[in-house]
């Protein structure tokens, strides 16, 4: 693996939430590759192993390990065989997340007509579930927060460690149609500082990647059309992203492994940094 820029990980112990998805696994292999023994946890057994199979072929040191982020025995158990396999957690990388469709809006703006519908295929906000919008908080909140609570334990009483959580750039511009999406990811990005402030006593860094769009699993079918097109939201986002193209998970790593080098950011906490092409910056004129 071909990374930006090269940092010791030497004898750390990275955990990754989520490490079995797109960005994550990108993640994992760039923190294993700069000699850190790395934890690929996920809610899919089969992903994660395979992350870890991956790492292992390049030389380096993974363990696929099953979790529910929502569950704190299974994150304890996690946690337990990590520690007899790897050690005790250095690194937290909270990247578990994701959106659901009953807390997604069909269309863009309400109009007096969606009111008078009752299509199988509309729902306005006013039709949003609150147990699909509840599930998208759990997941991208209090996945942070629960895995935070029991991997970063290790952290305070050692006296050092870094935490970085995955928010998005909906933190600052919150994008149309996935209201809970976009509430659950400001959440990310305020837990952030307050934790950031919080652990500033313990030697623990806590900060937040803020990716911009990226071509996923999860949203694939929203951005590109069967023939390989874009689709109309996706002609709309690149529109409004400056540099004019989607980004690929190589284009997080140089923020990512600048973070937890405690050499290149020791002296920085509390911060989102927007990966985003600049979609963040600009107003559309």
């Not at 993640?27 to 089969?46: M, P, Q, T």
């Not at 998208?136 to 895995?147: C, K, P, R, S, Y």
């Not at 492994?257 to 092409?277: E, K, Q």
């Amino acid at each position: 693996m071909e990374l930006p820029l090269i940092i010791d990980l030497k004898g750390k112990t990275a955990v990754i939430t989520g490490g079995g998805g797109v960005l994550c696994s990108s993640f994992a292999r760039a923190l294993a590759a700069c000699g850190a023994a790395v934890a690929v946890v996920d809610l899919d057994e089969k992903s994660a192993q395979k992350v870890a199979d991956e790492i292992a072929k390049e030389g380096g040191t993974a363990r696929g390990v099953a979790c529910d982020v929502l569950n704190t025995e299974s994150l304890k158990h996690a946690k337990d065989e990590i520690a007899e396999h790897l050690g005790s957690a250095d690194i937290l990388i909270n990247g578990a997340g994701g959106n659901h469709p009953a807390g997604t809006t069909s269309r863009e703006y309400l109009e007096k007509n969606d009111l008078k519908k009752r299509a199988d295929d509309l729902t306005t906000f006013f039709d949003l579930d609150p147990e699909g919008i509840r599930f998208v908080f759990d997941l991208n909140f209090l996945g942070t927060l629960m895995a935070t609570q029991v991997f970063a334990k290790d952290m305070a009483e050692g006296g050092g460690g870094v935490i970085v959580n995955v928010s998005s750039m909906n933190a600052f511009r919150p994008l149309t149609k996935i209201p809970a999406y976009s509430g659950a990811k400001a959440a990310v990005s305020n837990f952030t500082q307050w934790l950031a402030v919080h652990f500033s006593q313990t030697g623990i860094r806590v900060n937040a990647l803020a990716p911009g769009f990226f071509l996923t699993r999860q949203n694939h079918r929203l951005l590109v059309n069967d023939d390989g097109s874009h689709t109309e939201r996706a002609e709309k986002i690149l529109a409004h992203t400056p540099l004019g193209r989607f980004g690929v998970p190589e284009d997080l790593l140089g923020t990512l492994l600048w973070l937890v080098d405690d050499h290149a950011s020791g002296f920085v906490t509390g911060t989102v940094i927007p990966i985003d092409g600049g979609f963040s910056a600009y107003s559309g004129v």
